[in-house]
């Protein structure tokens, strides 16, 4: 189950890095990210898209270390750090809900919801 839910997360992680690829790339989809302010982000908003990309990464290596299916981090590391992606994406949810872009807060609220519920089920397993 935990090899599963890994899997679906970082499916889910990679969708999320494509649209922040997109949105530091100019696209105008803004209304989903950064508190939904602009529909083409700003130069330093753009950078922090980029930054969020690999940020994505290290998440996604953290929690297929922590389910198994890959090898690289010390095992109380990738222990305690999916915990903490697990408070982060629960964080997340509440923060996106209460979004100023109803574009935002509709799209991004369930989608940390169900990071938040995978990532647990990797960190319990």
Known sequence: M???AAV???VVLGALGVLQVLVALG????RFVWGGGHDVLPARLRVGSAVSVAL????????LDRSGLVTVLPDGFARAAT???VGYFAVGVLLNAVSRSRAEARTMAPTCLVLALLTA???TA
Request: no cysteine.
């Open 121 to 123: 089920a990797v960190a």
């Open 27 to 30: 696209a105008p989809l803004g």
């Open 83 to 85: 915990w903490v992606l």
């Open 2 to 4: 935990a090899e599963v």
């Open 56 to 63: 994505y990464a290290g998440m996604a290596v953290v929690v």
């Open 8 to 10: 679906l997360v970082v």
